[in-house]
């Protein structure tokens, strides 16, 4: 069974930082491209951030360039979202998803969420 599970949402002030963590199980982590989405109440899902399957290439949302990270430790099967310099525009549900795409077959995954909330 494939398990994604976020982690380190909140409520935090402007200004301020977060870090999401996905935990991942049930798959073989470091064959994955992840990837960080987020959904704000009445809008569609967004992807925020991408890492590829051995972190060497990592792309990112112009809204969030140069203020989020995204990282991951393949031998802790873990993908992480460093959040710095959050404004109320970044308050969202925060996805994990995982994909590969392996002999024309496209398996992909969806974590829970995570909720962030950026206000005063």
């Known amino acids: 069974q494939v398990q994604l599970v976020e982690s380190g949402g909140g409520l935090v002030q402007p200004g301020g930082s977060l870090r999401l963590s996905c935990a991942a199980s049930?798959?073989?982590?470091?064959?994955?491209?992840m990837a960080w989405y987020r959904q704000a109440p009445g809008e569609e899902r967004e992807l925020v951030a991408a890492?590829?399957?051995?972190?060497?290439?990592?792309n990112y949302a112009e809204t969030v360039k140069g203020r989020f990270t995204i990282y991951r430790d393949n031998a802790k099967n873990t993908v992480y979202l460093q959040m710095n310099s959050l404004n109320p525009e970044d308050t969202a549900v925060y996805f994990c998803?995982?994909?590969?795409?392996?002999?024309?077959?496209?398996?992909?995954?969806w974590g829970q969420g995570a909720q962030v909330t950026v206000s005063s």
């Open positions: 998803n995982a994909v590969l795409v392996l002999l024309a077959h496209k398996y992909g995954y």
């Open positions: 049930g798959i073989i982590f470091s064959l994955y491209d």
């Open positions: 890492i590829g399957s051995a972190g060497g290439s990592t």
